[in-house]
């Protein structure tokens, strides 16, 4: 793979690059080391990040970065927007087609493997929201609560219930829903849209943290950062522009749900700040799951000192 900041005549045969990894592994770091290098256009794979305002929660990349090194599909929503994985999978395969057509190498870099998922294999053909399903569910979290719903959930499809968190009440819905009206799940379904479809050559690069007690220190340092950095004056100014944002996709992303109770006075500072660590630390933990369960990604340990310069001679070693 050349160096430098062009590949002339070669764009079309250039691989996409995935750089995945845990939360707190130092993919962006490792990402921006690679666009220095490299002919290369970042393209972000952050459920949070996509949307305005939500900067220092999502680990978005500061202003000054963004305007040296730009990503793609960062800062694109304001938070009472939804942004679903078919959007993503739509804006993700433009920005892709505009950089190969420049004879670049495009990196999607980001820790949201379910939107890797859907750009690399296209997404499943699901029924259509039901209102008056909906409505119905509704009203049974109100009988049995969304402990209770989660837990009828788990009962009916328990591989899918263990990737929705039991306070995630939209993708509760949306996933009984799908169970009543018959619809399927996974890679039982014909999916479509996907990289693989359009033959487009795939690198799949793996950043993890090898020792797990290392990787909860960096956890916990990183987000005492986020909290000198205003995390919390974050979330009360997006209460503020927002005040019916809470059930909103946007707020799904860990740590704004919790900042959110803590400033309604539903949880103490204490609850608050343990409960995003914790929420942070199985994050990490569905994402190693699910990277070890899908094949194809070449692994390198973050904790090795010579981790970016190996991933660069190995990209550099590439023909073509």
Request: hydrophobic content about 40%.
């Amino acid at each position: 793979m050349s160096r430098g900041n062009s590949n002339e005549a070669k764009g079309i045969n250039l691989p996409v690059i995935f750089l995945a990894g845990t939360t707190a592994s130092g993919k962006t770091e490792l990402a921006l080391k690679l666009a220095e290098e490299f002919p290369i256009d970042l393209v972000s794979v952050d459920s949070g990040q996509v949307y305005r305002g939500m900067d220092i929660g999502t680990a978005k990349p500061p202003r000054d970065v963004l305007e040296r090194a730009p990503h793609a599909l960062i800062d694109i929503r304001n938070v009472e927007s939804p942004y679903s994985a078919a959007d993503f999978q739509k804006d993700a395969r433009l920005s892709i087609s505009q950089s190969r057509s420049r004879g670049r190498i495009p990196l999607c870099v980001g820790g949201t493997l379910f939107y890797f998922s859907a750009l690399l294999h296209g997404l499943s053909k699901l029924p259509r929201a039901d209102a008056a399903l909906r409505a119905s569910l509704e009203e049974e979290a109100k009988s049995i609560g969304w402990d209770g719903l989660y837990e009828r959930l788990r009962k009916l499809t328990p591989e899918r219930s263990e990737r929705i968190e039991p306070h995630d009440r939209q993708r509760i819905l949306r996933a009984l829903e799908i169970y009543e009206l018959g619809g399927e799940f996974g890679a039982a379904t014909e999916r479509t849209g996907g990289l693989i479809d359009a033959n487009v050559p795939v690198l799949k690069l793996c950043l993890f943290t090898s020792d797990r007690a290392v990787l909860h220190e960096r956890i916990s340092r990183r987000f005492e950062r986020m909290l000198e950095q205003g995390f919390v004056e974050e979330v009360q100014g997006l209460r503020a522009a927002f005040p019916n944002a809470q059930e909103t996709p946007a707020m799904r992303s860990v740590g704004y749900q919790q900042a959110w109770y803590y400033l309604d006075g539903r949880i103490s500072r204490q609850e608050f700040e343990e409960d995003v660590q914790t929420a942070t630390r199985r994050l990490a933990k569905r994402q190693l799951t699910w990277l070890r369960n899908d094949p194809g990604w070449i692994w390198f340990d973050a904790l090795n000192p010579g981790a970016m310069n190996a991933v660069s001679r190995f990209l550099a070693s590439m023909d073509c």
